[in-house]
């Protein structure tokens, strides 16, 4: 499976942006997708996640009501619609696909990562 990040860039606070994340190669091994973001000298986080069936999502409390998980099954891609962005919500956001089990916070729990787009808010 091959993942690729894209729709990072730079904002003013209050704005918004939406990642998408392209899956390939055997996506029918997918279980649930999931976007991470690291800031610089902080932990990867986990932020929010999908099942590949689109059935469940999943939200960190500090973006809930304010980024949106979905994805399209034609084109084997997953979104995430952020609104009300903040200078907090700079970091590196990452896209993970996970093939066993369900959704997981823990980074471990993903097989496959994309490169990472870079989201940057000014205030």
């Known amino acids: 499976v091959q993942l690729q990040a894209s729709g990072g860039g730079a904002v003013q606070a209050g704005g918004s942006l939406r990642l998408s994340c392209a899956a390939s190669g055997r996506t029918g091994s997918i279980n649930v997708m999931s976007w991470f973001r690291q800031a610089p000298g902080k932990e990867r986080e986990f932020k929010a996640a999908?099942?590949?069936?689109?059935?469940?999502?999943y939200y960190a409390d500090s973006v809930k009501g304010r980024f949106t998980i979905s994805r399209d099954n034609a084109k084997n891609t997953v979104y995430l619609q952020m609104n009300s962005l903040n200078p907090e919500d700079t970091a590196v956001y990452y896209c993970?696909?996970?093939?066993?089990?369900?959704?997981?916070?823990?980074?471990?729990?993903?097989?496959?990562w994309g490169q990472g787009t870079q989201v940057t808010v000014s205030s």
């Open positions: 993970a696909a996970g093939v066993r089990g369900g959704i997981a916070s823990n980074g471990n729990g993903y097989a496959y």
């Open positions: 999908i099942t590949w069936s689109g059935s469940s999502t």
